[in-house]
């Protein structure tokens, strides 16, 4: 049988990218490939980059040659449109076609929210960002496949300005905190299924770090720093909590327990999504 393979969308433009990896980063689609190489080992992992100009496209025919299909984060707004955002609408909308599996990452649930049929709105609160706290399951998330083994509130590293004003329909909210009512979704449409996470179970404390250097001054216009300096000095506490989870100090200072530091709880959503939807619908389709 030939190996499983998963297709990563990434989210941002090429200029996107170029600053994440300045700020000392890189592209999510590369840390989110890697991560799920790590979760499914002898996985195959492709990326496609649908904000690019003249970017070449998987069709149907070249979605359902895929196990999976995961769209990453982004710093575009959905409601912007254009030639940016289109297309990832377009290539959502034809992945939900083909049925096959597919998880969205912050950007990618409000990319399959306006696909399937919601809206997305700038967050009258602000933006939230670090880590999303005491996010809690609703009913339908108690007990969800997404949340096999996650607790009924937990906190997990995150960065959005914008949220959800109006779901699809067929939508199930699975999990909500203070700052976002829709902190993750399932989407049922024509035989596909779909789950999404408003925050980043696949970032480490070294990417949400690199994305508070990214955006820099526009975070201390928005007050969450006094100045600069004092921005860089908290990324790099967060790079070395990063690099060493093990510094009780640091874990103490940033309110970092087991629900962030630890790996394999922080990407359980990830690993239950290939556990309970692309694996079966592999075996389904007679790949393994």
């Given amino acids: 049988m030939p190996a499983p393979r998963l297709l990563v969308v990434e989210g941002n433009t090429a200029d996107g990218r170029a600053l994440l990896k300045a700020a000392g980063g890189e592209a999510p689609s590369v840390g989110y490939a890697g991560l799920l190489r790590e979760l499914w080992p002898g996985v195959v992992t492709d990326i496609c980059y649908p904000a690019d100009p003249g970017a070449n496209l998987p069709d149907a025919c070249g979605i359902e040659g895929y196990d999976g299909v995961v769209l990453t984060g982004s710093a575009l ?10 297309p990832q609408i377009a290539l959502a909308r034809t992945v939900l076609k083909t049925g096959v599996p597919i998880f969205g990452s912050c950007w990618g649930l409000q990319v399959l929210t306006v696909a399937a049929g919601g809206s997305v709105r700038r967050n009258p609160k602000g933006r939230e960002i670090g880590f999303g706290r005491r996010i809690r399951l609703t009913a339908a998330g108690r007990g969800h496949a997404m949340y096999a083994g ?5 906190n997990s590293v995150t960065v959005h300005l914008d949220e959800v004003e109006s779901v699809a329909p067929n939508t199930k909210v699975l999990a909500s905190n203070a700052f976002s009512a829709v902190q993750a979704i399932e989407i049922a449409l024509n035989g596909a299924t779909a789950w999404a996470v408003q925050y980043h179970p696949e970032y480490t404390l070294n990417d949400i770090a690199a994305t508070l250097r990214r955006y820099g001054k526009t975070l201390v216009k928005e007050g969450f720093f006094p100045d600069e300096a004092n921005l860089v000095a908290y990324s790099h506490e967060l790079d070395t909590l990063g690099r060493d989870t093990s510094i009780k100090w ?3 200072r940033h ?9 394999r709880y922080r990407t359980k959503e990830i690993q239950n ?9 592999r075996s389904k389709r007679g790949r393994e």
Avoid: N, R, S
């Fill in 150 to 154: 996650k607790d009924e509130v937990f």
């Fill in 250 to 252: 640091l874990a103490w």
């Fill in 255 to 263: 309110a970092c327990d087991h629900l962030i530091l630890d790996t």
């Fill in 273 to 281: 999504w290939i556990t309970h939807q692309v694996q079966p619908m």
């Fill in 77 to 86: 707004h959905v409601y912007d449109g254009g030639p940016h955002v289109d």
